[in-house]
């Protein structure tokens, strides 16, 4: 059996103040630096990579890209390059809205993007030596739901009896003396605990994985993925003038609270993970449909245009899906990739492409029966928010989030979206 071996690189991703942030105006200053890190694995027959990037998301073509020039880099072929986005809402605009995909933004930003992400996967590979593998698992009370249904629909609200991924997992690399070389946190919250469009920030991963890196004298690096937070958000409320609990905003010192929060749990169950030599290393990937609920009538568009209209607002989904109707081209559903990185028998990373509602992650981790299950959601080309069947179910005629209007799909994804990724993850890992 061959030793594993492993090797991570970082590369900094700060943009210049000015370039376009989050919410589409141009930042006006940096309160964290933002970072691509990439952890290079290789069995001897099968190399892969995972990256870790503070953004929002990335689109498809962006991702294609840089598996590209990865696979040009360093002979890691493209399918086995894993793309996680930490999800910071106070980072770049990395996608804009075109027709039924998403592309980049700010096209100079994410050129420089593609080129970094893929130099620290190239560093990483440089960087390869014997490893020695293990993970752990912890628990973090930090993350609540968003959602209350009603009987008149969902209600955006905190709810503490909602699903919610409490999990926090980690993935240790040790070289062959034991010194700890770079470690993996998986958990799934929403990053968004500050109010953003104005400063760039890696909001609480990013000081999650500086505190812990801090904590080991800045000789390990810490990778985070966001896991199936599509419907959670960090647990950290306000009082309305009514009672009522709501979220609360604020700047980088509460990004910094949370983070160090989490970190204290990523740094105890660090230290009681036992790593050993992993010789087994697999790949895989599909692509799969996410069905959409039924299109649209062409009437109901028509009445929404004509209110736009009349308000003076954007009517730009008005058009667009009103032209695709009466064309008859309009799209039912959504192509997006699974994948999975299997590390020995006891650890899977599974890359979700969207925003993961809690619910799904939580019967993902049941069915697969793995000791140690990484989700890892708004991963590589990004296709929106994944609901789960019940969620669907329960919002009945008034979805709870209008997202497709961003990306110009005529409608929400459906409750199949459920059972097609829990089927696909089976499939992949050879699950009857």
């Known amino acids: 059996m061959n030793n594993l071996k492993a090797g991570v690189a970082r590369a900094n991703i ?67 390059v894993m793309f996680g986005a930490s999800h910071t809402h106070s980072g ?82 040790d070289d062959a003396e034991g010194r700890h070389v770079a470690a993996l946190v998986n958990y799934a919250a929403h990053a968004s605990v500050m109010h953003w469009g104005q400063f760039f920030a890696a909001d609480y991963p990013g000081f999650l994985q500086s505190v812990v890196e801090k904590v080991y004298d800045d000789e390990i690096t810490v990778l985070f993925a966001n896991g199936a937070s599509g419907d959670t958000k960090i647990k950290w409320l306000r009082k309305k003038e009514d009672g009522s609990d709501d979220f609360a905003y604020g700047g980088a010192e509460d990004a910094r609270r949370w983070g160090t929060v989490l970190a204290g749990e990523a740094i105890k169950t660090l230290e009681q993970i036992r790593t050993e030599e992993v010789g087994d290393l697999r790949v895989a990937s599909k692509e799969i449909e996410f069905p959409m609920l039924p299109l649209p009538t062409i009437e109901d568009v028509e009445a929404e245009l004509k209110a736009k209209r009349a308000k003076g607002e954007d ?70 928010y994944l609901p789960s069947a019940a969620s669907c179910r329960e919002d009945g005629d008034t979805p709870r989030y209008d997202w497709h209007k961003f990306f110009w799909y005529p409608a929400n994804f459906s409750e199949e979206v459920e059972p097609n990724i829990l089927q696909a993850v089976r499939e992949l890992l050879g699950i009857a």
């Open 315 to 384: 009517a730009t989904w008005e058009e667009r899906t009103l032209a695709s109707l009466r064309a008859g081209n309009a799209p039912t559903s959504i192509m997006g990739e699974i994948q999975i990185i299997r590390i020995g028998p006891d650890i899977i990373l599974a890359a979700i492409p969207g925003e993961l509602f809690a619910e799904v992650g939580l019967k993902m981790k049941e069915q697969t029966a793995c000791k140690h299950l990484f989700i890892v959601g708004y991963a590589n080309g990004y296709v929106g």
């Open 92 to 173: 770049v605009a990395t996608t804009m809205r075109d027709r039924w995909s998403v592309v980049e933004h700010d096209k100079s930003y994410v050129d420089q993007l593609v080129a970094k992400m893929a130099g620290a996967v190239a560093e990483a590979n440089l960087d390869r030596s014997d490893a020695r593998i293990g993970a752990g698992e912890g628990y973090a009370d930090a993350a609540i739901n968003r959602w209350i249904s009603t009987p008149q629909g969902a209600k955006w609200a905190p709810n503490p009896e909602a699903p919610v991924y409490t999990s926090l997992s980690v993935l240790r690399v």
């Open 14 to 80: 700060t943009p210049p103040v000015g370039t376009i942030a989050n919410g589409g105006k141009p930042s006006i200053g940096v309160a964290t630096e933002l970072y691509a890190k990439a952890l290079v694995l290789d069995d001897g027959h099968t190399k892969a990579a995972l990256v870790t990037v503070d953004v929002i998301l990335l689109g498809k073509r962006v991702v294609a890209e840089t598996r590209t020039r990865i696979e040009e880099m360093t002979g890691i072929p493209g399918t086995h």
